[in-house]
């Protein structure tokens, strides 16, 4: 790398420090100031912080196309935006209507204590922060050429310092430099790109038959999981967080939709990206495929400022995450767990929110380091989880009731056989009759919804 290069890194890094501190004191005055900066998140401000936390994986997205090509798009993006826009319409304003925290919260509401203990920890998994400390890891060891672990460890502390301080309020006040960053930084890329490699169309008729299909090379049903993965939009804490913190139900459901739009163009920025390095550098290393693609092209200071936009990229969603496993372990968890027994807790749980920043950060480092493939663990994590949450939150925001019991099956059961089918698909050779894990892990929620409506219609009967 160029002084150029260091100099525009260095720069950033002490942008992002001085922002994130910037103002931080006047965070501290409750747990609500702490986890939503007082709900008084203005439109712009949503915007931006919640497209720049959606991308923590962005080697992984760089992976993927480089391996299968526009299949992609249909798998980390069309998905999403369908459910994001069913999420603008019926739950954002609901959401920042029921000045709840946190989903953990709407479980503890509607279903009792242990429903919001057995939701928040499995939050927890979903807001790991894990998968995205291990994409800077590895990309600043690319860069630095520092042992791996010291990597880990650098960025976590970079990204998590001054949401000690700061909360909720210094993730968004970052995410604004960094949305800037990482849609310059791309940009910046396809322009050089274009100009030395030819237009994207000319790159797609370059490409293999099976990098211009929607597929891939997988099954259709493989294509038809990532689908229903994205249901994880709607109980997604980060987009939850955002609308309750939002100024008003308007601006939670404009934001959204306005997001969809700048999710589009940053995804087509990518994918082009993908496949620009697919075609010019076909022995690459596809994890690296963007940083290789940009030394390639780019000249020094410029190639700085595309580093610095990947890893503003990657920095926006561990802050994010960060704060949310923070919230959910502190407070979801350890709060609700001791403050009958304390009370000196049933005021405030701010203290124990920073504790839980501590404890996450360093099980965040651990996991990181063990942890294989980023896309992987989406996959993995989506396929368990979201069967468990999904259709007990969504209850949460309609008439229909359920027992403490029944909330718990409801959460467990799913989780519980998803998992097995997991294993045993690992143990043999393919999973049981060749179905995903998501399918039973979701069908067995829907059949004990659809038991517990019938046995209450038999009771009032």
């Given at each position: 790398m160029h002084f150029l290069d260091w100099t525009v890194l260095f720069f950033y890094l002490l942008a992002l420090i001085i922002i994130g501190f910037y103002r931080s004191r006047k965070t501290r005055g409750s747990s609500e100031e702490y986890i939503l900066a007082g709900r008084r998140l203005s439109l712009p401000a949503f915007v931006a912080t919640l497209v720049a936390t959606w991308y923590g994986g962005i080697l992984g997205v760089g992976e993927n196309t480089f391996n299968y090509g526009i299949q992609t798009w249909f798998i980390f993006g069309l998905p999403y935006y369908i459910f994001a826009v069913l999420f603008a319409v019926w739950l954002a304003p609901k959401i920042r209507a029921t000045q709840l925290i946190s989903i953990p919260d709407h479980f503890l509401t509607h279903y009792g204590k242990k429903p919001g203990i057995i939701s928040a920890v499995f939050i927890l998994i979903l807001a790991s922060p894990a998968p995205y400390i291990l994409s800077i890891g590895i990309l600043i060891q690319f860069v630095f050429g520092i042992p791996f672990i010291w990597a880990l460890i650098l960025s976590t502390a970079i990204s998590l310092v001054y949401i000690w301080f700061g909360g909720f309020g210094a993730v968004v006040r970052t995410d604004i430099l960094q949305f800037l960053l990482m849609f310059g930084g791309f940009i910046v890329l396809v322009g050089f790109a274009w100009n030395q490699a030819g237009s994207p169309w000319s790159i797609i008729g370059q490409l293999p038959s099976p990098y211009r299909s929607v597929t891939g090379g997988h099954s259709v049903q493989y294509i038809l999981v990532w689908f229903f993965i994205a249901l994880w939009t709607?109980?997604?804490?980060?987009?939850?967080?955002?609308?309750?913190?939002?100024?008003?139900?308007?601006?939670?459901?404009?934001?959204?939709?306005?997001?969809?739009?700048?999710?589009?163009?940053?995804?087509?920025?990518?994918?082009?990206?993908?496949?620009?390095?697919?075609?010019?550098?076909?022995?690459?290393?596809?994890?690296?495929?963007?940083?290789?693609?940009?030394?390639?092209?780019?000249?020094?200071?410029?190639?700085?400022?595309?580093?610095?936009?990947i890893l503003a990229t990657i920095m926006s969603t561990i802050d994010s995450l960060g704060l949310i496993s923070a919230v959910t372990f502190g407070r979801d968890i350890l709060w609700q767990t001791r403050k009958d027994s304390d009370h000196s807790l049933t005021q405030d749980s701010t203290h124990l929110m920073q504790q839980g920043l501590a404890v996450m950060a360093v099980i965040a480092i651990v996991l990181a380091y063990s942890l294989p493939s980023v896309v992987g663990l989406w996959y993995v994590i989506g396929s368990l989880i979201v069967p468990g949450l999904l259709i007990p939150f969504l209850l949460t925001f309609t008439n229909q009731t359920l027992s403490e019991t029944q909330a718990l099956i409801l959460l467990l059961v799913p989780v519980i056989i998803a998992g097995m089918w997991f294993v045993c698909g690992n143990f043999g050779q393919s999973y049981p009759l060749n179905i995903e894990p998501f399918y039973p892990g979701l069908l067995s929620s829907a059949l004990l919804f659809l038991l517990f409506r019938f046995t209450a219609h038999e009771i009032r009967d």
């Open positions: 709607f109980i997604d804490p980060g987009f939850y967080q955002r609308c309750a913190a939002a100024q008003s139900p308007q601006t939670a459901r404009r934001g959204i939709l306005i997001s969809i739009l700048f999710w589009f163009v940053f995804d087509m920025l990518t994918l082009v990206s993908g496949l620009y390095a697919r075609v010019l550098i076909p022995d690459g290393n596809a994890l690296f495929a963007y940083p290789i693609l940009g030394r390639l092209l780019l000249p020094p200071f410029v190639y700085g400022l595309f580093l610095t936009g």
